[in-house]
């Protein structure tokens, strides 16, 4: 079928009522951004899940970087997205007024060249993210090891995308199938995704970011409804086993561990720590594991599990806006509700 087929199609479905889930926050923004629900039929339901790194990072990450920006000697390194995010009870933007050291970078391998430039400060990179950037940080730990450099740390809040699927799956959602992450499935393989989906009978599309792409797979997933499949949409850069030489690079210095994703809890083997032997360059990431979140009405943890939708927080668009994010859904530019704030509202 055509794309215009494909919508014709999309728009005028009048079969069962069908849920389907992306976890990819690129997904979540291009979903949004080309107006995709705008153009199916009501019978079928898009739900953002916890695709986007910065949005399932507990509080307790949050507040170590803060308590490391404000030690002495010491100076926190991380992307933007990740300084209005709120702790506990404060974010790095808050602690950054109150004179802790923090850096913006636009690359992880820009900390190599503060680090060398002031040996007298320990930089402590913000490591957060799920398959697609784990491979980074592992070129990043074995570059800095061959140059020798002393004074820099990793803190760590890295998570694998198969088991907290697998944890979905099981919480009692109405999910008919899965728009596979485009970029993860480009390290993993979209086999990576078959185990989930014969386990739970369910459909999985690895797809591409456009918006003809996207429609495509949500209608492939209408008419994969109840079969445990994966078909991969995305061949131009998505292989069945995925890349063998960047999954070798972070076995070589990640091993998994239990990891505690915002608003799901803990999932057994879903992140990946620095392995024992290199632990001298890791800033205490393995004891993070609460989620005290500052504003008790928010209700990202429901969102990102497909049990809330953004409007149905009483913070969203009141308290909560992209100016002031109460949640990180809303300060994340891959998170469900400023996506939802700034192209679906009225």
């Known amino acids: 079928m055509n794309i215009?087929?494909?919508?014709?199609?999309?728009?005028?479905?009048?079969?069962?009522?069908?849920?389907?889930?992306?976890?990819?926050?690129?997904?979540?923004?291009?979903?949004s951004e080309n107006g995709i629900p705008s153009i199916l039929s009501n019978k079928i339901k898009l739900i953002s899940g916890p695709g986007c790194p910065v949005c399932v990072t507990v509080a307790d990450y949050i507040d170590r970087l803060c308590t490391l920006a404000l030690e002495d000697n010491t100076c926190v390194v991380t992307f933007g997205d990740l300084i209005r995010v709120p702790g506990s009870s404060s974010a790095l933007q808050e602690t950054?007024?109150?004179?802790?050291?923090?850096?913006?970078?636009?690359?992880?391998?820009?900390?190599?060249?503060?680090?060398e430039k002031d040996t007298d400060t320990t930089y402590v990179f913000a490591a957060v993210g799920f398959e697609t950037t784990t491979p980074i940080y592992a070129v990043l730990l074995e570059k800095i090891i061959e140059e020798d450099i002393k004074n820099i740390r990793l803190l760590t809040a890295l998570k694998t995308m198969p088991a907290a699927i697998d944890t979905l799956c099981q919480m009692g959602g109405r999910i008919d199938g899965f728009i596979a992450p485009g970029h993860v499935s480009v390290i993993t393989g979209a086999n990576e995704f078959k185990p989930l989906a014969e386990k739970y009978n369910l459909p999985f599309v690895v797809s591409g970011f456009k918006g003809e792409e996207l429609l495509a797979s949500i209608y492939a997933l209408v008419k994969l409804k109840g079969q445990g499949k994966v078909?991969?949409?995305?061949?131009?850069?998505?292989?069945?086993?995925?890349?063998?030489k960047a999954k070798a690079l972070v076995?070589?210095?990640?091993?998994?561990?239990?990891?505690?994703?915002?608003?799901?809890?803990?999932?057994?083997?879903?992140?990946?720590?620095?392995k024992k032997e290199y632990a001298a360059y890791d800033a205490g990431s393995r004891v993070l594991i609460h989620?005290?979140?500052?504003?008790?009405?928010?209700?990202?943890?429901?969102?990102?599990?497909?049990?809330?939708?953004?409007?149905?927080?009483?913070?969203?668009?009141?308290?909560?806006?992209?100016?002031?994010?109460?949640?990180?859904?809303?300060?994340?530019?891959?998170?469900s509700c400023f996506h939802y704030y700034i192209n679906n509202r009225g």
């Open 291 to 335: 989620d005290n979140v500052k504003n008790k009405k928010c209700r990202c943890g429901e969102v990102i599990t497909g049990f809330s939708s953004p409007c149905d927080c009483p913070l969203f668009a009141k308290a909560c806006t992209p100016e002031n994010p109460q949640g990180a859904c809303m300060v994340s530019n891959e998170g």
């Open 4 to 31: 215009t087929d494909i919508t014709e199609f999309l728009s005028n479905y009048d079969g069962e009522e069908l849920s389907f889930m992306e976890v990819c926050g690129t997904h979540t923004a291009a979903i």
């Open 96 to 115: 950054k007024s109150k004179g802790g050291r923090i850096r913006m970078v636009y690359s992880p391998f820009e900390i190599i060249d503060l680090a």
């Open 251 to 274: 076995n070589k210095y990640f091993e998994p561990c239990d990891a505690v994703w915002r608003g799901i809890g803990k999932i057994k083997n879903s992140g990946m720590a620095l």
């Open 231 to 244: 078909l991969n949409l995305y061949k131009s850069a998505v292989t069945d086993t995925g890349n063998d």
